[in-house]
């Protein structure tokens, strides 16, 4: 037991200082070959951590082996522009003037929900409110907003239809009948809903209409029998 002890004791001094030495981005938001690295420095702790046939030389040499190519992967993102995009990726720019990007969404295996999500997290809840919002490298996610976007969120929209498909959960919620948005693609142009990017509708009766490889717009409409949510 107490050799396990004075094993564990010395992997976990070793782990701080090479962690400690690979800088603070290591411990915030890492990029992936920094997020494999951690990884593999994890796994190569723990067994001789926990069998003590395994000499304890062989983890801390491991580990430091892991530290050296961390510092060589790190030099050539720094150094080498082409590998810097190949090793640690680009930004994807999600949301532009158009409207969704539904092209960089799908390289980033990502759909509108999991878009509409990031923005309630940064406080943004209306489609039409931001000029911009992309996805960062390392995955955070950042958006612009236009100048008023406080006065154009006064509702809370619901998605209507996700990349062709009604939602009949937030249908229910809003008290009205499928048929109902139905009409209004028709009245739009749109004959098909397997055709919509998006289709949001909030209680004050503004939608957002986005259609697969057209520019977004915004409209309003009346709800029948003055219904709101």
Same mark, same amino acid.
């Given at each position: 037991?107490?050799?396990?002890? @004075?094993?564990?004791?010395?992997?976990?001094?070793?782990?701080? @200082?090479?962690?400690?030495?690979?800088?603070?981005?290591?411990?915030?938001?890492?990029?992936?070959?920094?997020?494999?690295?951690?990884?593999?420095?994890?796994?190569?702790?723990?067994?001789?951590? #926990?069998?003590?046939? @395994?000499?304890?030389?062989?983890?801390?040499? *491991?580990?430091?082996?892991?530290?050296?190519?961390? %510092?060589?992967?790190?030099?050539?993102?720094?150094?080498? +522009?082409?590998?810097?995009?190949?090793?640690?990726? +680009?930004?994807?720019?999600?949301?532009?003037?158009?409207?969704?990007?539904?092209?960089?969404?799908?390289? &980033?295996?990502?759909?509108?929900?999991?878009?509409? %999500?990031?923005?309630?997290?940064?406080?943004?809840?209306?489609?039409?409110?931001?000029?911009?919002?992309?996805?960062?490298?390392?995955?955070?996610? *950042? #958006?612009?907003?236009?100048?008023?976007?406080?006065?154009?969120?006064?509702?809370?929209?619901?998605?209507? @239809?996700?990349?062709? +498909?009604? &939602?009949?959960?937030?249908?229910?919620?809003?008290?009205?009948?499928?048929?109902?948005?139905?009409?209004?693609?028709? %009245?739009?142009?749109?004959?098909?809903?397997?055709?919509?990017?998006?289709?949001?509708?909030?209680?004050?009766?503004?939608?957002?209409?986005?259609?697969?490889?057209?520019?977004?717009?915004?409209?309003?409409?009346?709800?029948?029998?003055?219904?709101?949510?």
């Amino acid at each position: 037991m107490i050799l396990v002890i @004075i094993r564990t004791t010395i992997i976990y001094a070793v782990l701080l @200082i090479v962690m400690r030495l690979m800088g603070k981005r290591q411990i915030g938001e890492m990029q992936p070959f920094e997020l494999v690295i951690t990884l593999l420095i994890a796994e190569l702790a723990c067994i001789p951590m #926990a069998d003590t046939s @395994i000499p304890l030389l062989y983890g801390v040499v *491991s580990v430091l082996a892991i530290f050296v190519l961390h %510092e060589l992967v790190t030099l050539l993102d720094l150094k080498v +522009k082409p590998l810097k995009s190949l090793l640690s990726g +680009k930004p994807s720019v999600v949301v532009n003037k158009n409207g969704i990007d539904d092209y960089q969404l799908k390289r &980033n295996n990502l759909d509108v929900s999991d878009l509409i %999500e990031s923005l309630r997290t940064a406080g943004y809840f209306s489609l039409d409110c931001i000029d911009y919002a992309l996805y960062e490298s390392n995955g955070t996610f *950042s #958006a612009l907003p236009k100048e008023d976007y406080e006065q154009m969120q006064t509702s809370l929209p619901l998605v209507i @239809i996700d990349n062709g +498909k009604f &939602n009949g959960k937030n249908i229910a919620i809003t008290g009205l009948e499928k048929q109902f948005f139905v009409d209004i693609l028709r %009245e739009r142009g749109v004959k098909r809903e397997k055709d919509v990017l998006v289709l949001t509708a909030d209680g004050e009766g503004k939608m957002y209409l986005q259609v697969k490889g057209k520019k977004f717009h915004t409209f309003r409409v009346s709800y029948p029998d003055g219904k709101t949510w």
